[in-house]
């Protein structure tokens, strides 16, 4: 709610750089991957990365993301919004229309996630500079692995 309805709360818009660099560790050794990533129910609040190939348990992307995002700033401070990525790892079908090189820009891509992080993008609103933080991401079981 923002003050034009009678609320005590401030609507501040902010534009966020995301670079997603690369991912170690990966339970899978070899493979192609990408990035999803999803902010809210709004048709323009998600997207992904191109499809990128891991070796060794490691893949590289080094792809900006750009969006802006509208927070509420209460008297305790801006209000939580999350982002969330999920390592995808890619299908087949996505692996042979990564081949023919983005002839159809909005195809979709369905593949089993890897790994995911929510980010609260509330916790970089006040950010003057340029804030490199490494996350974590949380890890699904994969069918076939040791427990």
Do not use: C, Q
């Not at 042979?96 to 979709?108: A, Q, S, T």
């Not at 980010?119 to 949380?138: C, G, Q, S």
Request: glycine letters at 6%; a positive charge; charged letters at 35%.
């Amino acid at each position: 709610m923002s003050r034009l309805f009678g609320g005590s709360k401030d609507a501040h818009k902010f534009a966020y750089e995301l670079n997603i660099r690369s991912v170690d560790g990966l339970s899978l050794p070899n493979g192609v991957v990408y990035v999803a990533w999803k902010r809210g129910s709004k048709a323009g609040n998600h997207g992904e990365t191109k499809a990128a190939t891991v070796k060794d348990r490691r893949v590289e992307f080094n792809e900006p993301l750009h969006f802006s995002s509208t927070l509420y700033k209460s008297k305790k401070g801006y209000e939580e919004k999350n982002i969330v990525f999920s390592l995808m790892e890619a299908s087949a079908a996505d692996k042979e229309k990564e081949k023919e090189k983005d002839k159809d820009k909005k195809k979709e891509k369905k593949g089993s996630a890897l790994a995911k992080v929510v980010v609260d993008l509330a916790e970089y609103a006040a950010a003057k500079d340029e804030t490199r933080k490494t996350f974590k991401l949380a890890a699904k079981k994969l069918k076939g692995t040791p427990t």
